[in-house]
Structures are given as C-alpha cells and as structure tokens.
C-alpha cells in the first residue's frame, strides 16, 4: 500500500522569505501523481500544484515549486516570497491512476505553516 | 457558483442520532467521494461512487450508508451517531481520465456529536 510522509508538523517563516516543506512517498508504481493541497483556517482545500512521476521537469505554478526525486521518493513544496495568506495546513498526498476508477488520493499527515509579518 | 456545495456546514447533534449530509457537484464529473478528516487533520478516504455506482468502500461502519441519487449528488447518511464520528466530512469530484487535475473538494461539514 502506498504511503506518505510529512515529517514536519509545523513550520514558520517571515513575509517575503522562502519555505520548503517535506514530503516523501513509498509505492512500487512507475507511473502516479502527486499533488500539494492548501488547508487555509476557511477549511476549504485547495490544489496548489502538481506533478506527473513520468515528467523529470519539475512543476512551477508562480512562487510555488517542487523538487521532484523519483528515486528518492521526495516530493518537496518550495514557497518563495512567502505571503501571510499562505498561512495553512499543506497536504502532500498521492494518486495512482487507475483503469477502473479506483484512483484515490492518499495523504500525508499534513504541515502547519504560519507566515509572520 | 460553486463547484461542489455540501450542506450543511455546521452540524451539532447527539449521541444515538441519525443525520444526512448532501454533496453535490455541477462541473459533470462522474466521479464523487466522501472523505473524513479526523481531529488531527488526518485526511481518508471512505467511499467513491462512479456514476451512481460504488467503486470504493474502505472498511467503513455499517452506520455508515452513501446514496448517489445520479452522477452530480452523493449524500452520506450516518446511523446511531457515536462520539468517535465527531469530525470534518469532505466531499469531492473529479473525472475519470483528468485525474491529473486531481479532486475538486467541497467546503466540508464539520460533524459534532455531543
């Protein structure tokens, strides 16, 4: 069974610096998904990026950015200029697709991130 | 307009009671889910539907019973509530072939049992 690690349960960083949050993933697949969610306080979960384990390029999406290491199983967010509305939870979580719609996303423990002023 | 709306967001009952929670969703995917987010914010799975059929059930309580009326709704119904349900219930939608989009998910209810 798959699973996903978050080592970090809580991180902090100043206004406009940078944070990188932890994620490492056990699976025997070749080909899967992953993906960093956004927990803010409104509870709503949000996507903020993702990556496809056949694509060496690593995601960008604005000031976030992965580092993807297949090999090593890593799977780590990199927010840069870092914005007091990126206080939240941050989920990594993991989805091997499927043939007969049994995808599902399985997530990691979560980080709690809080951006000081 | 929301994408996935689930009601209600707030729900406070007692022991013993049974309750409904209804999900829908308006962007055609035909896929929908229920998860749960436990006390310390651990997200899992409970079932998935794929037009009105169940695909996933992952060793939940009997009390537990999801309806898919048709493809864009998923209600969960809870029987003989207990205190260990206490918890935020997600609902979501994503479509089989553009799972790279990953899940659309609700705005959650969150479930106290008193």
């Known amino acids: 069974a798959q699973t996903v690690t978050q080592s970090q349960p809580e991180m902090s960083v100043q206004e406009a610096e940078t944070v990188t949050l932890s994620c490492t993933y056990d699976t025997s697949e070749n080909n899967y998904y992953l993906f960093w969610y956004k927990q803010p306080p409104s509870r709503q979960m949000i996507l903020v990026i993702r990556q496809e384990a056949y694509k060496q390029q690593n995601a960008t999406e604005n000031r976030f950015s992965v580092n993807f290491q297949k090999a090593a199983k890593s799977f780590s967010l990199k927010i840069s200029d870092s914005q007091l509305g990126d206080t939240a939870m941050y989920f990594c979580a993991f989805m091997k697709p499927s043939s007969y719609n049994t995808d599902k996303l399985i997530f990691g423990t979560g980080t709690r991130l809080q951006v000081f002023p | 307009d929301t994408a996935v709306s689930q009601t209600p967001k707030y729900l406070v009952t007692q022991m013993g009671n049974d309750k409904s929670i209804k999900c829908e969703q308006n962007?055609?995917?035909?896929?929908m889910y229920w998860y749960k987010q436990d006390s310390k914010k651990f997200l899992k799975i409970m079932f998935s539907y794929n037009n009105k059929e169940l695909i996933i059930n992952e060793t939940v309580p009997n009390r537990f019973s999801p309806k898919s009326p048709d493809k864009a709704h998923l209600n969960l119904h809870i029987n003989s509530l207990e205190l260990g349900d206490s918890a935020v219930y997600f609902c979501a939608s994503s479509q089989p072939g553009q799972i790279f989009y990953g899940y659309t998910f609700g705005s959650g209810t969150r479930l106290t049992v008193v």
């Open positions: 962007l055609g995917h035909d896929t």
